[in-house]
T-cell receptor, first 116, second 113 residues
Framework: DSGVTQTPKHLITATGQRVTLRCSPRSGDLSVYWYQQSLDQGLQFLIQYYNGEERAKGNILERFSAQQFPDLHSELNLSSLELGDSALYFC???????????????FGPGTRLTVL | AQKITQTQPGMFVQEKEAVTLDCTYDTSDPSYGLFWYKQPSSGEMIFLIYQGSYDQQNATEGRYSLNFQKARKSANLVISASQLGDSAMYFCAMRVNAGKSTFGDGTTLTVKP
């Protein structure tokens, strides 16, 4: 158990809908990262937050947004869902900003999103 | 741009034998970190080992060691004394700045009894 929690574990929804994925980082970790893992794209970095502020952005679509709250939990919002958004969404956390060489990212169990 | 290449889609190893999973990387940044993660069929991503670009010695964590050859830009994972529970997908990853980790396509390891 990495200490990172994600809810829900599974999510099934229809095209055009909006969903929210939730992540709680390990105790004491200030950075939260979101990743998307799909069969055709592999594991893709989406976005990072550090202590409530957006820190780095990857291949995140405009239909997707995220935020980190004062208690450090984070939410990833996916809207106008398409079939291609079906994937495993991971949250990871690390102690610092991620620039330190020893700042390892620990992953949560993931949320499996299925868009029908 | 950063790139991670894992050339072995699938590998087989006999239980109790050692196995090497290949990883090559490409970056022009002199400061970077290399990571290996294990993803069992249950789906979670488990951190295994880390190597910094300035580390003089190869990293080791229990049965895992990282064979870091900087000049060749390779960071191979060596698993000694393979166990059935080692059967999983293994990902090599690199980070050169805040948050933006790049992952390889993964290698599926199957340990045979």
């Amino acid at each position: 158990d990495s200490g990172v929690t994600q809810t829900p574990k599974h999510l099934i929804t229809a095209t055009g809908q909006r969903v929210t994925l939730r992540c709680s980082p390990r105790s004491g970790d200030l950075s939260v990262y979101w990743y998307q893992q799909s069969l055709d794209q592999g594991l893709q970095f989406l976005i990072q937050y550090y202590n409530g502020e957006e820190r780095a952005k990857g291949n995140i679509l405009e239909r997707f947004s995220a935020q980190q709250f004062p208690d450090l939990h984070s939410e990833l919002n996916l809207s106008s869902l398409e079939l291609g958004d079906s994937a495993l969404y991971f949250c990871a956390s690390s102690l610092k900003t991620g620039t330190s060489g020893t700042d390892t990212q620990y992953f949560g169990p993931g949320t499996r999103l299925t868009v029908l | 741009a950063q790139k991670i290449t894992q050339t072995q889609p699938g590998m087989f190893v006999q239980e109790k034998e050692a196995v090497t999973l290949d990883c090559t990387y490409d970056t022009s940044d002199p400061s970077y970190g290399l990571f290996w993660y294990k993803q069992p069929s249950s789906g979670e991503m488990i951190f295994l080992i880390y190597q910094g670009s300035y580390d003089q010695q190869n990293a080791t964590e229990g049965r895992y060691s990282l064979n870091f050859q900087k000049a060749r830009k390779s960071a191979n994972l060596v698993i000694s004394a393979s166990q059935l529970g080692d059967s999983a997908m293994y990902f090599c990853a690199m980070r050169v700045n805040a948050g933006k980790s790049t992952f390889g396509d993964g290698t599926t390891l199957t340990v045979k009894p």
